[in-house]
């Protein structure tokens, strides 16, 4: 697979094009952002982390019955995908309260929540990815209600299929987002899943293991995300 030109660059990754129409190498970069990028800076090897746990997680939902963009990771920082159309919904799976929540509806970091819940916001940088609702889902045309509905089932069969496998490497998925795009028609799980897009606590100490420890300031990020790394794929360096 020939790499061609620079298709696009956000703030975690660079997409190319390829030789082929329907594929796309993903670069993931070390790059750091956080509060609609307001803070930015780096971190050590979190490219090589991203791309490698995403990719582990990525087989394992497809084992799941979860369909995704994934082909295979071509290096330590490059992975092959499907071309896709993404739908500008994030998902977010909540399975404890904390972040945003806890500070939106004054709820108790760390509380519970039986059954998940999942929100969905507006792709939108200039906007600020605001938190939206099915009514302006439809309001915005930004997807039919079966694919809505659709979204919502998909976000919570990974769920499903992640909660055992990390509660089995000891952490805590606190929650996740999500997107999807559409390829062929169907809707597939694209992105990625990271400690830049998950939230884990270690289960005995209850610490944070992802981004959230650049966000606040807690150090030793690039020991947390070597962890996961060590956790999730058997490989990296103990935090």
């Known amino acids: 697979m020939t790499k061609g030109a ?11 094009e390829t030789d082929h129409a329907d594929r796309l190498i993903h670069f993931f970069k070390d790059d750091a952002t956080a ?7 780096s971190i050590t090897d979190k490219g090589v982390v991203n791309n490698k746990v995403s990719a582990h997680l990525f087989q394992l939902l497809e084992g799941g019955g979860v369909p995704t ?14 071309r896709v ?7 977010v799976v909540r399975n404890l309260v904390a972040g945003s929540l806890a500070k939106r509806l004054g709820l108790k970091e760390g509380d519970e929540i039986e059954p998940p819940l999942v929100e969905f916001f507006y792709k ?12 302006h889902i439809r309001l915005l045309n930004l997807a039919e209600p ?7 089932e998909r976000a919570l069969q990974v769920n499903t299929l992640l909660l055992p496998f990390f509660r089995e490497r000891g952490m805590v998925l606190v929650d996740f987002k999500l997107e999807f795009g559409l390829h062929n028609g169907t809707l597939i799980l694209a992105d990625e899943i990271s400690p830049d897009t998950c939230r884990f606590w270690d289960q005995k100490t209850r610490e944070s293991m992802d981004k959230d420890r650049f966000r606040k300031d807690l150090g030793e990020v690039e020991e947390a995300y070597q962890e996961v790394l060590r956790r999730v794929c058997g490989e990296g360096r103990p935090g």
């Open 6 to 16: 620079l298709l696009y660059e956000g703030k975690a990754k660079k997409l190319y």
């Open 35 to 41: 509060f609609n990028a307001q803070k930015r800076g």
């Open 69 to 82: 963009h994934f082909i295979e990771r071509l290096g330590d920082r490059e992975m092959l995908t499907k």
């Open 85 to 91: 159309s993404i739908v500008p919904i994030e998902v």
């Open 124 to 135: 939108n940088d200039a906007l600020g990815d605001p938190l939206i609702t099915e009514d």
């Open 146 to 152: 079966s694919v809505v509905h659709e979204l919502k």
